[in-house]
């Protein structure tokens, strides 16, 4: 016998020779692996030979099968199973009569787990895509065992469910859908394997080619998810949003919107689970479908349900720290796959509606807030995937899209936010959430961002002060941004709110309270936080206008100057609860917000940037008690006159005797500016003289005074100012020699104001014996008077004595030799003698006015006084208290007759006969006719003649007044 086996080994067919190769010794050990591969390769490579191998296969079962050996026979039908994945070919029929020959024989026979195993066999086959058909095939036998088998009686009842759920899949088997058996085979039998790349291929291709069939196979993937969900069986739910996420990146057809419906459904699910790890992948499915441009639009999708729970995922909680930021990450995402999905398409939700806005918007906030409680890692990739940069670019995204009509929504909020969270007084993120706001929308919306911030203050008036300093802080680094692009028609308007709130903050400072009334009930406020929003205020109005062009920061400056209440002008300063002092605050916050406007103010044209309307009520500030409103007027006014930054080098006062040092930057006297001072002068030097006079002026007042006198000579001089402005310092010398009502300081002041104001001005005129005669006069004093240089005087520890002897001498500057000394120079000798005098008119009229009455009086009498006519009319009357009492009383007297004429002319055209209606009117015309003709002819002359010539003897012919020419009709408009 072994000669015969040996014989015969040596003829066997190789196919038969690779059959038995696979079957080991021991059939506990399974197939030899690499002999299958061997003989897979073989019936690749030669796929005539399918067919025996399929024979003898079947011949080996068969053996086996009697010889009950039925390890070997759960091998061959694996092989059988293997070899069927493997092969499509022509010849795949004849191996396919095989393999139904082999598992008719198990289904034949008496053990359950063989017919189970012949079953399980024939199912797989059955979900095998053939590429060639097949005519002669039949099922017949198929159908009558397993209806067989699902009638099985078997006595043990868990092998009898088997043999009847064997019965059932062998039966439906066959009856399956394509596009079923196409899903089922992309899922292998370890889901670590991942998808079936092959049958995923296959599936895909089905797809494209049978479109209708898209929403029932989204409909069995999604049966399949809820499934595997249901079992816990993870990893075939991720392998179905896998497919899922392949077909859609593959499918754009007009049936794509019925898939992408059972997609939803699916991404739905998984957001609902309890696992994080399964909402995250249903997020990450659902940025991806985001990202699809679909090509049919979509008219009844909703997304409520998405943007709900992804703003719930935003607020997540869950106890690990890692996994909380992972469900934060995922539900930021998620609402940027919501925003770019729905914010360009009109035919979806709106996403600009407050329903979802008050979702989204609060939800990025939240995670753009928990910056300050992160821990920074040094590692970069960490730095870039934090929920908060991620938010910060998900914001600006959202932000960047929004339209005209939607900034409203998107920026609502966000206040809303800060105000529930109490977020205003922290500041800080307040200011960076309106900066990613303004640097996001486009441009020509950023003034209704200012807008709302402006609305949103005016509610918050009687707020704490410490919120509404918050949102002023705010505006400011907004209206900044804006200024920098297109401020449009809202530059008065936030100067307007400013404004209004800084006289509140007067207003509650002073009461007390944020009830206008004062009552008990009402919340009491702190002072000292008031007037840090007074600071506050104050500095955002300069930082905005330092932003604006010239021209609208003259506009701001003509704005805030007619809000500041005047004497004599406007008779109610203030609220009625603050009286004078509000009136006094108010004027001094107005001051300081205007100084900042005026604050690096650089104007070529002086006339523009200090136009009458501006300049009247502010040298009306100049001559008030009140030392602070003075000041406050003196650095306004050198704010808009040194446009060469020259300020600082006039500060500290002193004498110095060779003032290049100084470098000071002059620039020749423009004509502007000429005409500005034969406007102007006059009226300055007049409010310097007078406002000198004021015995509550301190050292700082005298240091303004000698800037603005410096900066007048060096940025306006021409030289007729210059004489004028040596006169105005000669003037002040004789004021602090003769004005012993002065105290001592002011008067040693005066004195320290013009040796060092005369000795600027002597080295810019660059007279020689000018300078000369002011350096003795300096030196003398040196000597024995250093009380009256600005060196013991204008100092913090001036150095003055109780009273203040007669000041005569060389240490006086005397005006004739300056005048004799300049007029060699090509001076107007003669101006220069003349000592300075403010006008007593001009005096009068500008002092402090304590009521309206005085001021009417005061232009009454100036009317009278520079009348041409002023010899033909009668003396201005003196109006009194008695006058105004009497005009008061007979008021009454003339509304009753007032009264009594209307009713007369009632009665007149209600009773008398039309006749005397029309004659008393035709009286009025006529009388109206005849004083017309009067007026014109005193105002028309008769034109010259064309010879210039006086008419002849028979005298001058009457001109036609020009209203009685008959013109062509071509020369009429």
Known sequence: MYGVCGCCGALRPRYKRLVDNIFPEDPEDGLVKANMEKLTFYALSAPE??????????????????????????????????????????????????????????????????????????????????????????????????????????????????????????????????????????????????????????????????????????????????????????????????????????????????????????????????KPNLQILGTNSFVKFANIEEDTPSYHRSYDFFVSRFSEMCHSGYEDPDIRTKIRMAGIRGLQGVVRKTVNDELQANIWDPQHMDKIVPSLLFNLQQEEGIERSPSPETEKESPVELTERCFRELLGRAVYGNIKNAVKPVLMHLDNHSLWEGKQFAVRCFKIIMYSIQSQHSHLVIQQLLGHLDANSKN????????????????????????????????????????????????????????????????????????????????????????????????????????????ALGSPNTGIEGSRMIQIMLLKSLLQVTAGFKSTNILTALPTSFLDPLLSFTLMEDAEIRLLVLDILISIIDRHDNRQKFSPVRIISDISVLKLKVDKCSRQDNLFMKKHSQRLYRHIYLACKEESSSQRHFESQYTLLGLMCVELANEEVVGDLIRLALALQDLALCDEALPVYNRCAIHALSAAYLNLISQLTTVPTFCQHVHEVIES????????????????????????????????????????????????????????????????????????????SLQLEMESRQSPEKEQRSTAEQITFETLKQAIVDSVNVEELERERRRQVVERFQNAPFEEIAAHCGARASLLQSKLNQIFEITIRPPPSPSGSVGNGHGRTRSIPVYEMKFPDLCVY
Not at 472 to 499: K, R
Not at 834 to 848: M, N
């Open 781 to 856: 004093r040196k000597k024995e008077h250093s009380f009256l240089l600005p060196e013991d005087v204008l100092t913090e520890t001036s150095n003055i004595p109780e009273k203040l002897e007669k000041v005569e001498g060389e240490v006086l500057f005397v005006q004739a030799k300056i005048a004799e000394m300049l007029g060699g120079s090509g001076y107007n000798t003669e101006r220069l003698a003349t000592p300075y005098i403010p006008q007593i008119t001009d005096e009068d009229r500008l002092s402090k006015r304590k009521s309206i009455g005085d001021t009417v």
């Open 464 to 571: 704490s002060a410490r919120v509404r300093a918050g949102i002023v802080e705010v505006i400011a680094e907004a209206a900044v941004i804006e200024a920098s692009g297109s401020i449009g028609p809202t530059v008065l308007e936030v100067f307007n709110t400013l404004l209004k709130q800084l006289r509140l903050s007067v207003d509650y400072e002073l009461t007390g309270s944020y009830d206008s009334f004062g009552n008990m009930g009402s919340k009491v406020i702190k002072i000292h936080e008031e007037r840090q929003l007074q600071e506050a205020v104050i500095k955002t109005i300069g930082s905005f206008a330092n932003t604006l062009p010239t021209y609208q920061r003259s506009e701001v400056m003509l704005f805030i100057i007619g809000k500041i209440p005047v004497p004599g002008m406007y008779p």
């Open 49 to 274: 030979k399918l067919d025996r191998i399929g024979a003898y296969l079947s011949e080996r079962l068969s053996r086996d099968v009697a010889r009950h050996r039925y390890g070997y026979v759960c091998m061959a039908m694996e092989a059988l199973d293997q070899l069927l994945m493997a092969c499509h070919c022509q010849s795949i029929n004849l191996f396919v009569e095989s393999f139904l020959t082999m598992v008719r024989k198990l289904l034949e026979a008496d053990k359950p787990n063989l017919q189970i195993l012949g079953t399980n066999s024939f199912v797989k086959f059955a979900n095998i895509e053939e590429d060639t058909p097949s005519y002669h095939r039949s099922y017949d036998f198929f159908v009558s065992r397993f209806s067989e088998m699902c009638h099985s009686g078997y006595e043990d009842p868990d092998i009898r469910t088997k043999i009847r759920m064997a019965g059932v899949c062998g039966c439906c088997g066959a009856l399956r859908p394509r596009y079923k058996r196409l899903v089922d085979n992309i899922f292998p039998e370890d889901p670590e394997d991942g998808l079936v790349k092959a049958n995923m291929e296959k599936l895909t291709f089905y797809a494209l080619s049978a479109p209708e069939k898209l929403d029932r196979i989204g409909a069995y993937l999604s049966e399949r998810l809820s499934r595997d969900v249901a079992r816990h069986r993870y990893g075939y739910v991720c392998m179905a949003m896998e497919a899922l996420d392949q077909l859609l990146m593959a499918c754009h057809c007009q049936s794509i919107n019925l898939f992408v419906e059972s997609f939803l459904t699916m991404v739905r699910k998984l957001l609902e689970a309890d």
